[in-house]
Structures are given as structure tokens and as C-alpha cells.
């Protein structure tokens, strides 16, 4: 490559073999920097989302997700800050989270990407709590299970990004939690 920054990449090289993806899974690539163009902005990825529901869009027919085709960008929920503006609505400098994937920069028009709160004490909670798995893990607890005071809830997966904040939401509800993990260390 020149002179000029590469975009480093984190691409699907091949479909997983085993139920924990290997190395062989993601191959890292370059490509050339992305350029803001009107109307839009460069964000540098500070912080990927690396979550247990990404396996399924790993996956050739998942019955959860759209799969990642081989050879594209990993996706997942990311935190970045933006490095150039040519939007009216973002400058240099304000934190903002999407799903742009697991690469170092990204372009973006605005749609795709929200400013983060700055009164949030972490930018990173938006791949947590305030992100994918919190969102999943309020509609477990107040759609799906509706869970009472009282109540007895078993979660199968505690240490996941979901079943950890469905342990705590129940707990904050006044249930009793009976919490799983896969091994007697975790």
C-alpha cells in the first residue's frame, strides 16, 4: 500500500467448521481509507461489539440473521468517534455508535449512526446494556417472560451479553434468579 492510511478490515474468510469458530474463520485485510464526501462523515472505530448472537450471521442459513457473505466486513455494533465532517448535524470529535462492522474506519450519511449521549458515563455501554443485548434483555424481561416479584427465573446462558442483564433486570424486579454458565470457573 502507498503512503496513505490503510482501512484495516476484519473479513469472513470462510464459514465455521466447529461450534467456536478458529482463526481460519476471519482472514484481516486492508483496503484503501474511505474519504467524507458531502454530507457525510469519517468515523475511526474506538470500541467493537463482540457478541454470542454474531455466530449466527456466520452461519450459511440462519433462521436468525441475514448470513455475512465470505469476503465481506464482520459485522456487529461499533463505537467510533468522528474524524471529518461534511454533515451539518456532526462534527469532528462527537462519539456516535452503529453497526458498521469490524473495520477501522467507516463513511457514513447520518442514517445509520446515532451521536452518543455524553451524560452516558461509558460510549462502550452502548455495546451492553444500552445496546443490542440490553435492548433483547428488556423484551425478555417485559414482553416475553414478563416477569413478577416473586417469581423464580432460571437463565440458561448468565455470562452471555443478554443473560447477564436478564439476571440483573429480574433481580431489580424483585425475582430470584437461578443463573447457568458453562463451566464451574465462570
Same mark, same amino acid.
Given at each position: 500500500? &502507498?503512503?496513505?492510511?490503510?482501512?484495516?478490515?476484519?473479513?469472513?474468510?470462510?464459514?465455521?467448521?466447529?461450534?467456536?469458530?478458529?482463526?481460519?474463520?476471519?482472514?484481516?485485510?486492508?483496503?484503501?481509507? =474511505?474519504?467524507?464526501?458531502?454530507?457525510?462523515?469519517?468515523?475511526?472505530?474506538?470500541?467493537?461489539?463482540?457478541?454470542?448472537?454474531?455466530?449466527?450471521?456466520?452461519?450459511?442459513?440462519?433462521?436468525?440473521?441475514?448470513?455475512?457473505?465470505?469476503?465481506?466486513?464482520?459485522?456487529?455494533?461499533?463505537?467510533?468517534?468522528?474524524?471529518?465532517?461534511?454533515?451539518?448535524?456532526?462534527?469532528?470529535?462527537?462519539?456516535?455508535?452503529?453497526?458498521?462492522?469490524?473495520?477501522?474506519?467507516?463513511? &457514513?450519511?447520518? &442514517?445509520?449512526?446515532?451521536?452518543?449521549?455524553?451524560?452516558?458515563?461509558?460510549?462502550?455501554?452502548?455495546?451492553?446494556?444500552?445496546?443490542? =443485548?440490553?435492548?433483547?434483555?428488556?423484551?425478555?424481561?417485559?414482553?416475553?417472560?414478563?416477569?413478577?416479584?416473586?417469581?423464580?427465573?432460571?437463565?440458561?446462558?448468565?455470562?452471555?451479553?443478554?443473560?447477564?442483564?436478564? &439476571?440483573?433486570?429480574?433481580?431489580?424486579?424483585?425475582?430470584?434468579?437461578?443463573?447457568?454458565?458453562?463451566?464451574?470457573?465462570?
Amino acid at each position: 500500500m &502507498s503512503n496513505k492510511v490503510a482501512n484495516r478490515r476484519i473479513v469472513l474468510a470462510e464459514r465455521p467448521r466447529y461450534i467456536i469458530p478458529t482463526a481460519n474463520v476471519f482472514r484481516m485485510t486492508e483496503a484503501t481509507m =474511505p474519504e467524507a464526501r458531502a454530507g457525510q462523515v469519517l468515523i475511526r472505530t474506538t470500541w467493537l461489539g463482540v457478541d454470542s448472537y454474531l455466530y449466527s450471521r456466520l452461519q450459511r442459513d440462519s433462521q436468525f440473521a441475514v448470513p455475512v457473505n465470505i469476503g465481506d466486513v464482520m459485522v456487529g455494533a461499533t463505537v467510533g468517534r468522528v474524524e471529518v465532517s461534511n454533515h451539518p448535524d456532526y462534527k469532528a470529535g462527537d462519539i456516535v455508535h452503529g453497526f458498521w462492522g469490524w473495520q477501522d474506519y467507516t463513511v &457514513s450519511d447520518g &442514517s445509520d449512526i446515532e451521536k452518543v449521549d455524553p451524560e452516558i458515563p461509558r460510549a462502550t455501554y452502548m455495546l451492553g446494556a444500552l445496546g443490542i =443485548p440490553g435492548l433483547g434483555a428488556y423484551a425478555v424481561i417485559n414482553e416475553l417472560v414478563r416477569v413478577q416479584a416473586g417469581e423464580t427465573l432460571a437463565v440458561g446462558n448468565a455470562l452471555g451479553g443478554i443473560g447477564q442483564i436478564v &439476571s440483573q433486570l429480574a433481580k431489580l424486579k424483585g425475582a430470584r434468579v437461578l443463573a447457568a454458565a458453562s463451566t464451574t470457573e465462570k
